[in-house]
Structures are given as structure tokens and as C-alpha cells.
């Protein structure tokens, strides 16, 4: 089993790597994000470490770069913060497990064995906020179990929102990624079609997931008090 350690703190990776030697497995160890992010979509790793204050890339943005590449491999999240928005960003992103900390390294080796056991368990073809269901395979959208139809653009819309949720999108990045266009603020483009969006997959139902920035963008995430 071979386990990728990212970490910039000299002690804590050393000290992480040693045990995680010493318990029989494979470790390595990068000392920043772009290090790790680098070593992680090209080691072939069983499980990521990582740390979520890097230097040259953050953790999140490690994650959801791996996340984006469609690679499933657990991650387990390491932080000095323990605040509980961050541990439920980490999770949204795509974290299977979070520690604060500091902790005891049995502890972390039981969530290490703990996730190795239950390995791969994501499925990369679903995507998911509530109760909307994106299958990415079919190409197939419900929400609370009935199907709804969308055009492609529209689609690529809310893959979009749902593989970035909680994140504020700005209309720029949406034009850049959905319609492969330089953003131009003369044009209500985005704008109609967030509209035609909503209508199809949050006015009907509840909680409305797709919210409104104003001046910024769209975000979408799942309501903490519907
Ligand atoms: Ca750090």
C-alpha cells in the first residue's frame, strides 16, 4: 500500500512518513501543494495525506484538482483549524476523512487503515447535491427521483456548479468553462441560462440549491437551514 504524505511542516511530514514506514507501507512525502498535487495525479497512490495550509496551492485547491481528474483515491485531510466550515468544505470537495490537528498518531494510522479498507468507494459518474442526481455516464439529471431534461449547454452549466459547489463562480469563469468565451458584460447569456436552469431543476422542488451573488457570480450548495 503506498501513501502520499502532503505536508510542509519538516517535523510533522518526517514524523508522519516515519510511522507510516514503520507500519509497513509505502510513503512518500512532497513538501508543497504543487509537489504533492504533481506526485498525486501521477504516483498511482492507495492514499493521500494533505495537509490544507501549503505553500504554492492550498490544499482544497490540491483536492479539487485531483478531484477534477476524475481520480477517486481517499483523502484524508490534515489541519491546524478546527473550524467546522472548513471540515465541511474539505468533505464537499471530496475529503473522505479530516484531522485536526494536534492528534496521536494511532489515531491516524486507525483512520488510515480504516479508509485503505474501505478503498475506492466514491462512484466519479454521480454527481450530487440533496436530492439532485447528475449521472454523468447517461448524461442524465433528476431531481427527487424525476427526470429532467436539459440542453447541453445546460448541463455543462450545472456539472460545472455541482463539481464546484459552495464555491461562488463568477460569470467570467462560468463563459470561460461553458461556452468557451472571453466573458463580455454586455451579454445576459449566463444570466438567461442560470434562469432557464433554475426553472427546470430548483423551482419546482426544495431547498433551491442554485443561489444568486450579487456582483459576483452563482453558487451552488446545499442550504445549512432550509
Ligand atoms: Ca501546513
Known amino acids: 500500500m503506498k501513501i502520499l504524505i502532503v505536508e510542509d511542516e519538516p517535523k510533522t511530514g518526517d514524523y508522519l512518513r516515519k510511522g507510516l514506514v ?5 510513503a512518500d512525502l512532497a513538501r508543497d501543494g504543487l509537489d504533492g ?3 498525486a495525479l501521477n504516483g498511482d497512490y492507495d492514499l493521500i495525506v494533505l495537509d490544507v495550509m501549503l505553500p504554492s496551492m492550498d490544499g482544497w485547491d490540491v483536492l479539487q484538482t485531483v478531484r477534477q481528474s476524475g481520480l477517486t483515491t ?4 490534515l489541519t491546524a483549524r478546527d473550524r467546522v466550515e472548513d471540515k465541511v468544505r474539505g468533505l464537499e470537495l471530496g475529503a473522505d ?4 490537528k494536534p492528534f496521536a498518531f494511532s489515531e491516524f494510522l486507525a483512520r488510515v487503515r480504516t479508509l485503505l479498507r474501505r478503498g475506492k468507494s466514491q462512484d466519479p459518474q454521480t454527481l450530487r447535491a440533496a ?6 455516464l447517461r448524461r442524465r439529471v433528476s ?5 429532467v431534461d436539459l440542453t447541453a449547454k445546460e448541463f455543462a452549466l450545472l456539472e460545472l456548479l455541482l463539481r464546484r459547489q459552495g464555491q461562488v463562480l463568477p460569470r467570467s469563469l462560468i463563459a470561460s468553462q461553458v461556452w468557451d468565451m472571453n466573458f463580455d458584460s454586455d451579454t445576459n447569456v449566463i444570466d438567461v441560462a442560470v434562469r ?3 426553472a427546470k431543476v430548483d423551482e419546482p422542488f426544495d431547498p433551491k440549491l442554485i443561489r444568486t451573488v ?13
Open 97 to 100: 476523512d479530516y484531522l485536526v
Open 37 to 39: 498535487l504533481h506526485l
Open 74 to 77: 481517499p483523502v484524508i485531510f
Open 22 to 26: 514503520e507500519a509497513g507501507f509505502v
Open 131 to 136: 436530492d439532485l442526481e447528475m449521472d454523468l
Open 143 to 147: 431531481r427527487a427521483n424525476v427526470r
Open 196 to 198: 432557464r436552469l433554475r
Open 214 to 226: 450579487r456582483g459576483m457570480g452563482y453558487v451552488l450548495e446545499v442550504p445549512e437551514h432550509p
